[in-house]
Structures are given as C-alpha cells and as structure tokens.
C-alpha cells in the first residue's frame, strides 16, 4: 500500500458537499445563493472580488484563464498564511497549502494538503528549505512556481487568506459548534473533547494549536477544515445570507486571488458539479536537519501524488 494516505468519502454527502462548499465558497465570494443570483449581492460580490484581484507571475506554460473559458480541468493553489494572526501584519508564512484541481467531466475535485514543513530546494536559497518559506522569500508568486516545480503540475490560480480572516468572519457570523477530537488548552482557552463552540474569541487559540497534539501540524490542519467547514455552512443559511455585506467585506479584507469576476462566474455555472471530493496527504516523515524539522517526503510518495494529479488534469503523465 503507498505511503499516502488517501480518503475518499463516497458514502457522505454531507461531509463531500462541506469539503467542496469551502472551496466554492473561497472561488465565488458568497454571490450564488440556491443557484440564483440577486441583483444586489451580484453587484457588491463583483466590487469585493474586483478588490481581491492581485495578478502574480506564473511560470506556467498554460493559458489559465483559456483553460477555465473551455470548461477543462483546472487546478488552484490554496494558501493560508499566518499574517493578521495575533496582530502580525509583516509578510507571513504559509501554515497551509494545498492544490485543487477540479474537474467537470469527472465531476470530481481532487484536493491535496502539502505539510509546511516539506524539505524542497529553492532556487537562490539553498537545497534544505521548509516549502512555506517560498512564500517569505518571494511571496505568491515564488509559492506557485515551487509547488509547480515539486509537484510537475501546471499551476493555473491561487487564493491566499490569512488567518486574520477567521476572526473577522467569525465576528460577522457568530458562533459556530466543532465537534473536537482533542482535550487541550491554548492561549487561556481550554477545549474539552466533544462538542465544543468557537467564536471570535477563542477561534485564533483553536485553530493555530499544534505542539499539544500528537499529529502536530496535520491536527493543526484538521482542526482548520473544521472551522472552516463551520463558517461555510453558516454562511449558507438565511442569518448569513442577511450578513452577507460584512461577510464580503471580510474576504475584501482578508484574501487575495488572481481569478477575475468573469472566471467566477464560469466556474460557478460550469464546474458545480464537481462535488465529489477526494482528498490526499502528502505524506513525510520527520526529520532533523541542522537543528531544523523537516518532513522529507519520499519521492514515491510525490509521485504518486503527482500522477493523481496529473490525472485529474487529464493530462498525460
């Protein structure tokens, strides 16, 4: 059996269709509500996403947004950074990364989590470097073009959403309830295993959480999954949609992309259907290098995920 572990989730619906609404939430910025669209959310999601537009250099050889016009596979990286956590506001890291790749024709979107700590070579910076400090050394951009390069996948868009963005979703939501798979305390906050209620307050202390838990950063990345799965869900029901204004001003705020209006709106009517989730770990083990904890991934490990990928994109491998 490989060293990935792969979760499939075909016989839940509810938990495919809260993977696939984060992403689509994150791609559509709250303006499909049931399938329709209203006048005035229309118009206010088109001046959000039009100032979370921040095109970047890509070294990809593809046409993205010809890719997205022709209704083929696409793929999208995912980055969570650390700034407007706990007050930060310099240039972040990475604390999550991940690519999407949806596919209409499969109807399936293929989603894999690459951990921060991923010992990759960047060019300028050395052979022994953890994979979110692309991000510190050369912003967006480099991110991309690293996860591109190590994966051998075309990287056609990235969101990038810092944790800032948690707290002010949080505020203009309220509370959510998580269902926590670990008893700990962070930050002045304790959380007991079971059912537990995340607010704006506490949400930060929750979701940053990693040296108390065995599974280090990949508890850290479930525990973020849960939160998000919490907030979309809540923003889909009618005490969201009344907030929708604050909601949007808060991806506004907190998140950058380089897919445009009118792509949004193809993938909001071409690639819907795509809600058959698959997701995947990239899986390493760690190791120290110089005083420095890696996770060195096999390379059997990224090739497999790179063939997955790859698939995905209809590509030939």
Do not use: C
């Not at 689509?24 to 329709?36: P, Y």
């Not at 706990?86 to 024709?105: L, S």
């Not at 926590?180 to 929750?206: E, R």
């Not at 445009?260 to 120290?288: C, H, P, W």
């Amino acid at each position: 059996m490989s060293n990935e572990k792969v979760h499939r989730h075909h016989h839940s619906n509810r938990r495919k269709n809260s993977t696939w609404r984060i992403i689509i939430a994150l791609l559509i910025a709250f303006f499909i509500v049931g399938g329709v669209i209203v006048a005035k959310v229309y118009n206010d999601t088109k001046s959000a996403v039009d100032t979370t537009y921040h095109k970047v250099k890509n070294k990809s050889e593809r046409n993205a947004a010809r890719t997205i016009s022709n209704g083929k596979p696409f793929s999208i990286l995912l980055l969570g950074t650390d700034t407007g956590d706990y007050g930060r506001t310099y240039t972040g890291r990475t604390d999550t990364m991940m690519v999407a790749v949806v596919n209409p024709n499969t109807k399936k979107t293929t989603l894999v989590s690459i951990p921060r700590d991923t010992k990759v070579a960047i060019p300028g910076h050395g052979f022994e470097n953890k994979i979110n400090s692309a991000y510190t050394y050369g912003g967006t951009s480099m991110a991309m073009n690293i996860v591109q390069s190590y994966l051998n996948v075309p990287i056609d868009h990235y969101i990038e959403m810092n944790m800032g963005g948690l707290v002010q979703l949080s505020s203009a939501l309220g509370s959510i309830k998580v269902n926590n798979d670990l008893d700990f305390t962070n930050s002045g906050y304790h959380f007991k295993k079971g059912t537990v209620t995340i607010n704006k307050d506490n949400i930060l202390a929750y979701t940053r959480m990693r040296y108390q838990d065995s599974r280090g950063d990949y508890g850290r990345q479930l525990r973020q999954r849960l939160v998000l799965e919490g907030l979309v869900k809540k923003i889909a029901t009618v005490q969201g949609i009344t907030k929708y204004q604050s909601i949007l001003s808060a991806l506004s705020s907190n998140m950058k992309t380089d897919i445009t209006f009118g792509e949004i709106k193809t993938i909001a009517t071409k690639y819907r259907s795509a809600d058959n989730v698959e997701q995947i770990q990239l899986q390493g083990y760690g190791k120290m290098i110089d005083g420095i904890s890696f996770q060195v991934v096999p390379q059997k490990n990224v090739d497999a995920v790179t063939k997955k990928l790859r698939t995905a994109l209809e590509l030939n491998n």
